[in-house]
């Protein structure tokens, strides 16, 4: 009898995939964190692109998808960008009252100037893209076509973003990690929704870029 074959392009191959690529993802930044201490560059520019853009990448060119089908496109760069700078700049004016309130100061001085500032918000910007693209450009993407429940949707995408960020957080600080998960699932939450919206990776990658500067400054 001769083995059935299922096409690529089947709900049930592209489903197959898409669980197989999350497993393994998972696994792989598990096993990341567990065996290496990197600096953060090699994080976030390295691990990262290999963990969370490979599987992207593979998965499109798997099905013969373009990025558009993500919410990646010239049509809605600039667009999805200034809609990024806008949300951004609310987490950035939350994070400098919320400074003041509990440190007593708005800005250290000459922060901007900071090269060391800048730097932080380039490797902000290069992680914010390959999270971006991973767990809304590919999960909520497909998830969306799975459930064709958008409230569905956002539950399982912020799960497994919090999933995914939860064995780093429990390693730096045990039990004391579980206020920075509940706000990091709201976060997850907030950009899930954004990216159901604006159907645009720029904007959450924007966003979550000033997200990551806003807690930066709010503990220095």
């Known amino acids: 009898m001769s083995k059935r074959i299922v096409p690529t392009s089947s709900p049930r191959f592209q489903y197959g995939l898409f669980w197989s690529i999350l497993v393994a993802s998972f696994l792989g930044l598990l096993w990341y964190r567990l065996t290496f201490h990197a600096p953060v560059w090699v994080d976030e520019m390295i691990a990262k692109a290999a963990i969370f853009g490979f599987p992207v990448i593979l998965f499109l060119r798997t099905h013969h998808l373009s990025s558009s089908k993500i919410g990646f496109s010239k049509a809605t760069f600039w667009s999805g960008a200034y809609r990024g700078l806008a949300i951004g700049g609310l987490f950035g004016f939350t994070a400098m009252i919320a400074s003041r309130l509990h440190h007593s100061s708005v800005l250290i001085p000459n922060l901007f100037s900071s090269p060391l500032f800048w730097w932080t918000f380039f490797l902000a910007m290069v992680t914010a893209w ?91």
């Open 130 to 220: 390959w999270e971006s693209l991973f767990f809304y450009g590919l999960v909520q993407t497909v998830l969306t076509k799975l459930f064709n429940n958008e409230v569905k949707t956002l539950i399982f995408t912020t799960l497994i973003f919090v999933v995914f960020h939860a064995p780093r957080l429990l390693l730096m600080q045990g039990v004391g990690s579980i206020p920075s998960l509940c706000l990091l699932g709201l976060f997850a939450l907030g950009q899930a929704i954004v990216f159901a919206r604006t159907k645009s990776l720029t904007t959450i990658m924007v966003s979550h870029a000033f997200w990551g500067m806003a807690l930066l400054v709010y503990t220095l």
